[in-house]
């Protein structure tokens, strides 16, 4: 690893965490309404702080993902590989900015947390990417396998009347099975079920708290 990726990577995580995050593509956009049909309930009190949760818990995923990217390009010598990670990274910073900018719009704030996150998910990113580019690989597919889910579970609990997030995690979850249909295509192994266990574990326990905190 050089100097310059190590300065281009350190920059990259300060304005992850900082919320400084840059976006390729503009927010996505919910479905237009349609005019003859009925007008769009307004969100209570309640459902704000529901849907502020949801989308402070995927904003805390996206801080993840740009830690496990990072440091996974980091670890492995392949060059298509880096270019993979590179380009998943910059879409997942699409998920960062679009999040921030709808906690901003719930009158809501980021996980206060987010410095942990980002760092313990760097270290686990890098451990990966030592085990190897099939392992590396691996772990990638089963991160954005088990994320897809959790998305799928939001759309179920998102409240109805908010379109805006709705349109935001349905892309995202879009996106997230791409980079791992991507990374299981280039060759990444599979994972014993104790390693998918403990991810998910390790999961349930950064939304709980995400939620909240």
Known sequence: ???????????????SIAGVSR???????????????????????????????????NHV?????????????LATRSAPLKDAFEHAA??????????AARLNELDSRPSLLNPLWYTGAL???????CLGDKVSLGF????????ERHLDGHLKTLP??????????TQMRDDERTHGQSAAA???SELPAPVKALMRAASKVMTRTAYYI
């Open 61 to 73: 995923g996206e801080i993840c993902a740009q830690a496990l990217y990072q440091a996974q390009k």
């Open 186 to 188: 280039a060759g990444g």
């Open 140 to 147: 990638m597919a089963e991160t954005e396998r088990q994320v």
């Open 1 to 15: 690893m050089t100097l310059d990726e190590l300065i281009t990577e350190f920059d990259r995580g300060l304005r």
């Open 23 to 57: 976006m390729s593509r503009p927010v996505p956009a919910p479905e237009p309404i349609d005019a003859a049909g009925p007008v769009p309930a307004e969100m209570t009190l309640p459902e704000r702080a529901h849907s502020a949760g949801l989308m402070r818990v």
């Open 160 to 169: 109805e009347a908010d379109r805006q997030s709705r349109a935001i995690v």
């Open 90 to 99: 910059s879409e997942e910073e699409d998920h960062l900015a679009w999040t």
């Open 123 to 129: 270290a686990i990113g890098f451990a990966a990417g």
